[in-house]
């Protein structure tokens, strides 16, 4: 299974663009990039996910580089309730094409005011 | 409609005791997973479900540990004989279409359950 590398945390100004690195230098051509946040007693939620292109929605934009080894999660303005825990995830199909996002640590943004 | 719905929300259980917790997923979505989330870690693969049909139980940690969706909507994992190292928040999650890549998985709120 690919596997992703993560800053354990990171800082951010209120209002100011957040920036959260990943890597997965093992990603297979066809194997996505997911991006999904935790804030503490919720459940997991989705941001975004991409292939090869840049991806952008109402919650961020997603940067891929063209070797697709690395990627950038985008919040452009950042605002206090964005403060949590960012799980960058390659998505594998498994053995019966299951599909199951793989979860690491994670990047745990705290937006400061 | 609504999201992925779990019930209950929390659960106190003495050690021993069996437990069932119960996913709701979004209507039609056909794949199913659940996931096993420690305090402090990120979220653990337990198992997934096409529609009635279970094709993954690689990350079920144990044999007391049992899901089943007979339906192919609702879903239950039981754990049975729970011990203290169970204690955490089962999450389930749904998505529409079956072939992996590109579909978004949804998550529910989760179930916390502390064992004692």
């Known amino acids: 299974d690919a596997k992703t590398t993560q800053p354990t945390s990171m800082d951010c100004a209120e209002g100011r663009a957040a920036n959260l690195p990943c890597n997965h230098s093992?990603?297979?051509?066809?194997?996505?990039v997911y991006w999904y946040r935790q804030i503490h007693s919720q459940g997991p939620q989705y941001i975004i996910h991409?292939?090869?292109n840049n991806e952008t929605n109402e919650m961020a934009s997603l940067i891929i580089t063209e070797d697709r080894k690395s990627s950038t999660l985008i919040l452009p303005h950042a605002t206090l309730r964005d403060t949590a825990v960012y799980y960058c995830?390659?998505?594998?199909?498994?053995?019966?094409?299951?599909?199951?996002?793989?979860f690491g640590q994670g990047t745990t943004l705290q937006v400061k005011p | 409609g609504a999201g992925v719905s779990q019930s209950p929300r929390y659960k106190v259980a003495k050690r021993g005791q069996d437990v069932a917790l119960r996913c709701d997923p979004i209507?039609?979505?056909?794949?199913l997973f659940w996931y096993q989330q420690a305090l402090g870690q990120g979220p653990e693969f337990l198992t997934y479900?096409?529609?009635?049909?279970?094709?993954?139980k690689s990350g079920l940690p144990s044999d007391r540990f049992f899901a089943e969706r007979p339906e192919g909507s609702v879903s239950t994992l039981k754990i049975q004989r729970t011990q203290q190292e169970d204690s955490a928040v089962y999450l389930c999650?749904?998505?529409?279409?079956?072939?992996?890549?590109?579909?978004?998985?949804?998550f529910g709120e989760g179930s916390w359950l502390t064992v004692v």
């Open positions: 995830i390659v998505r594998v199909k498994g053995s019966s094409n299951t599909g199951k996002l793989i």
């Open positions: 999650a749904s998505s529409r279409t079956l072939v992996a890549g590109g579909n978004t998985i949804y």
């Open positions: 093992t990603i297979s051509g066809n194997e996505y």
């Open positions: 209507s039609g979505h056909v794949s």
């Open positions: 479900f096409q529609n009635e049909a279970q094709l993954d």
């Open positions: 991409g292939l090869k």
